[in-house]
């Protein structure tokens, strides 16, 4: 615990001037991240007897290790600046609203030449119209099941687009009459491009002029005994009007707006927003923060706008926000609005009328979010700290083990050796900071030595660069050289980063190191620990057999009760680690089969082997050709026909495949279309699942 006057800086040294500010802990991580219209006032609110400080703030500053700031010209520009750096080093004691969804838009791709509609989340798309968010992603797939029959507009995927096109034939929503079938040519990219711009518009709201245009047809057809036609209208109106109630009108005269209401105690804080889109709620979403350091409920709506509207531009910011008190000074945040959006955008409190009574409806959801969380957390914070108490006891540990590690080591018969680091928070999983690594230290299988390589690679680089900076460098160099394989494409992959605090690195130090295994793997990773010369963290292993703790230099385990919240705890992060390298290793292995001969010829890429698989059809009549045939393929020269016909050469030929029900070798004649990278068929070479087993 760090005495905040010994980073005080001087009297004078902090400029009267707009600012953002950042504490940092002892290692260099960014834990705070604030603004202010005057940094010298400001920061002094935060040097003064602890006593009088907020506890969470007190935590803070006690936890921090320094201070710095950085001086901007206006409050818009802070505004900004915090946003940014909030979403860049994720401070662990700033209001943070856990938002774990992304909410489903209905999204019409005008960009296409085809329009089509679709479920989406996440980034929004530049030529894309969005409606929503909505709460479920089937409230989207309802609504658009009734408007279909009016507007049938596309819905399919490029892949059944191109097929249905392919074929000429359309899919079922052709037949019966709920897509138009641009695919073969049914209606004009014109005329479907019309359709969908009557389908946004009836989305966005205006709907009367629509429903008296149909029922004005629907008249005149009656009127001229086109009966069934007339019968047609009918139907369509009943189902624009039944999409219309799934919407109930709230306000009036097209009214778009979000509301924003805030539900609070000493501790937490819910935020409800509710969408209103042309007179309509469209959506509604909620968070819960804490409030780790005392804030008014002007600044967890500002901290709500951020996280709102942050990578939000155009029409995706309303014109109008209600709230339920203004930020202090308001000024700022709604010229940062106005940015955003591109023109005026109104930030004020409801007085009156129909807006005053849906932000009372607002803020009752918030008020019983608040509860419902409340009543969770209680239960769970209750038995995550029982667990973490628990082990501490077993262990014979100083404190309770906030930041836990956890390895496994996997593999299927020696080969495709991996290991996996989970981290477990306060009881919780932070996934942000899983690691896979490869072992290449050796080859074959040896758990007790892959683990020893894997603690030391991961605590030799902590002190590495402890050594040099007091907290991780340039770590994106593990995505190449073998000692901490982050593969693309994967959700935990994040790049380490430099020294200037960002989060989710690889990483700090943990209280407490859990293996899977017994007594050779704990030996091997308390080795491992001591040889780096590392002796305030503690090491023990969960072996699978008894679900027995065991802890270095003892003969006998320790023995948790079955009923133990510590042992369950125990048996979640060994479980997690189990699956996270076993995920891992199947990946490997995955890949590794799907590879044939033509991964061999150096500098052939993806594109140049689809092109030789689709020209010939099979890796056997490409084998079976000459290097005048192969250079026949575009992109294909004469040194890079002879280089794959020697690879091809010296690759084994897979062994036939055999019908075992009639013994028949089956040719391989037709175009494989399961190919992996070189054309091999994905199954060639499996091995027999029974004769190993992954560990």
Not at 118 to 132: A, D, E, N, S
Not at 550 to 565: F, I, Q
Request: hydrophobic share 35%.
């Amino acid at each position: 615990m760090a005495d905040p006057s010994s980073y005080r800086p001087r009297p004078g040294e902090i400029p009267d001037s707009p600012g953002v500010y950042r504490f940092r802990d002892e290692h260099r991580r960014v834990i705070y991240v604030g603004k202010a219209k005057s940094l010298r006032q400001r920061l002094a609110n935060y040097f003064q007897d602890l006593a009088n400080l907020h506890p969470r703030t007190r935590t803070m500053v006690t936890t921090a290790a320094s201070v710095e700031w950085t001086v901007v010209s206006t409050e818009v520009e802070a505004l900004q600046l915090e946003y940014s750096w909030i979403k860049e080093y994720d401070p662990r004691f700033n209001v943070k609203y856990r938002d774990d969804k992304s909410y489903p838009y209905l999204a019409v791709t005008m960009n296409e030449e085809f329009p089509r509609v679709q479920v989406m989340r996440g980034h929004k798309k530049k030529g894309v119209r969005y409606f929503g968010p909505y709460g479920h992603a089937w409230a989207i797939r309802d609504t658009v099941d009734l408007l279909l029959r009016v507007f049938p507009v596309r819905t399919c995927s490029a892949g059944v687009f191109k097929n249905a096109a392919r074929t000429g034939r359309p899919c079922l929503l052709g037949y019966i009459g709920k897509c138009s079938a641009p695919c073969v040519g049914r209606i004009t990219p014109e005329d479907h491009g019309d359709l969908a711009e009557d389908f946004c518009d009836f989305m966005a709201g205006r709907t009367g002029t629509y429903l008296r245009r149909l029922e004005k047809q629907m008249m005149e057809a009656a009127e001229e005994m086109e009966y069934e036609r007339a019968a047609r209208l009918r139907d369509d109106i009943e189902a624009l009007k039944k999409a219309m109630e799934k919407n109930a009108v709230v306000l009036a005269d097209a009214t778009d707006a979000d509301l924003i209401a805030v539900a609070e105690d000493e501790l937490e804080a819910a935020v409800q927003i509710f969408h209103v889109r042309g007179g309509r709620v469209r959506g509604q979403r909620g968070w819960v923060t804490d409030k780790v350091e005392e804030v008014t409920t002007g600044a967890l709506v500002e901290h709500a706008l951020q996280q709102l509207y942050g990578e939000e531009t155009g029409d995706a910011v309303p014109k109008e926000v209600l709230v339920p008190a203004l930020p202090e000074p308001v000024e700022p945040v709604q010229e940062w609005l106005t940015g955003r959006r591109g023109s005026n955008v109104s930030l004020r409190i409801p007085q009156r009328g129909d807006k005053k009574a849906l932000m009372e409806t607002v803020e009752r959801n918030a008020q019983q979010a608040l509860a419902l969380h409340k009543t969770k957390r209680a239960s769970d914070l209750t038995t995550r700290s029982r667990a973490l108490e628990e082990i501490a006891e077993a262990l014979d540990l100083d404190s309770a083990p906030l930041r836990i590690e956890c390895y496994d080591i996997s593999h299927l018969q020696g080969d495709d050796v991996v290991a996996s680091m989970v981290v477990f928070e306060d009881g919780l999983q932070r996934k942000s900071e899983y690691r896979r690594f490869q072992i290449k230290g050796f080859a074959g299988q040896d758990d007790v030595r892959s683990m020893h390589e894997v603690i030391t690679r991961r605590f030799r680089r902590y002190l590495a660069e402890k050594e040099k900076t007091g907290e991780w460098a340039d770590g994106e160099e593990t995505l190449t050289d073998g000692e901490n394989t982050l593969t693309d494409g994967d959700p935990f992959a994040v790049s380490l980063k430099d020294d200037e605090g960002r989060p989710k690195k690889f990483a700090y130090p943990p209280q407490l190191v859990v293996v899977d295994g017994g007594q050779p793997q704990v030996a091997a990773a308390r080795r491992a620990l001591d040889e780096l010369g590392i002796d305030d963290i503690a090491v023990c292993g969960l072996a699978k057999r008894l679900e027995e703790v065991w802890v270095p230099g003892e003969d006998d385990p320790v023995v948790l009760p079955r009923t133990s919240e510590g042992l369950y705890l125990l048996q979640r992060v060994r479980d997690e680690a189990h699956r996270f390298a076993i995920t891992y290793q199947r990946t490997k292995r995955a890949k590794r089969f799907r590879a044939g001969p033509l991964d061999e010829v150096p500098g052939l890429g993806e594109t140049r082997k689809q092109a030789l698989i689709k020209h010939f059809g099979s890796v056997k009549k490409l084998r079976s050709a000459t290097i005048e045939q192969i250079q026949e393929v575009p992109g294909i020269g004469r040194k890079t026909a002879e280089t794959i016909a020697a690879a091809l050469a010296r690759a084994v030929p897979a062994a036939p495949a055999v019908n075992t029900a009639t013994g028949e070798i089956i040719e391989d004649e037709e175009p494989d279309t399961t190919a992996g990278s070189s054309g091999e068929p994905v199954t060639a070479g499996l091995p027999d699942e029974r004769r190993g087993q992954e560990t």
